[in-house]
Nanobody
């Protein structure tokens, strides 16, 4: 049974930083590209960042490029999102998921964890 457990969210002032972590189990983690997604109140879930199975390749939404960094540790089955220079528009619930390979930003798994709430105050 796949489990994705996100953590690390919180309340931060604009310009601040947060480090989100996602612990995955129930899947062969090192075989999957992984990604972060977010959902703001009243909006649809959107893609934020992805990282290849090896960790060599990364891809970011334009809105976070240069501010967020995705990384992974295949020995610990974790994927991390380092978020710097946060803006109020980054306020959302953040989720991780496996992502289809290549340039796709489509989540692969039909399962979502509980997410972790990020609130950025102005």
């Amino acid at each position: 049974q796949v489990q994705l457990v996100e953590s690390g969210g919180g309340l931060v002032q604009a310009g601040g930083s947060l480090r989100l972590s996602c612990a995955a189990s129930g899947l062969t983690f090192s075989r999957y590209a992984m990604g972060w997604f977010r959902q703001a109140p009243g909006k649809e879930r959107e893609f934020v960042a992805k990282i290849s199975w090896s960790g060599v390749s990364t891809y970011y939404a334009d809105s976070v490029k240069g501010r967020f960094t995705i990384s992974r540790d295949n020995t610990k089955n974790t994927v991390v999102l380092q978020m710097n220079s946060l803006k109020p528009e980054d306020t959302a619930v953040y989720y991780c998921n496996a992502v289809q390979v290549g340039t796709s930003t489509t989540p692969l798994l039909g399962y979502w964890g509980q997410g972790t709430q990020v609130i950025v105050s102005s």
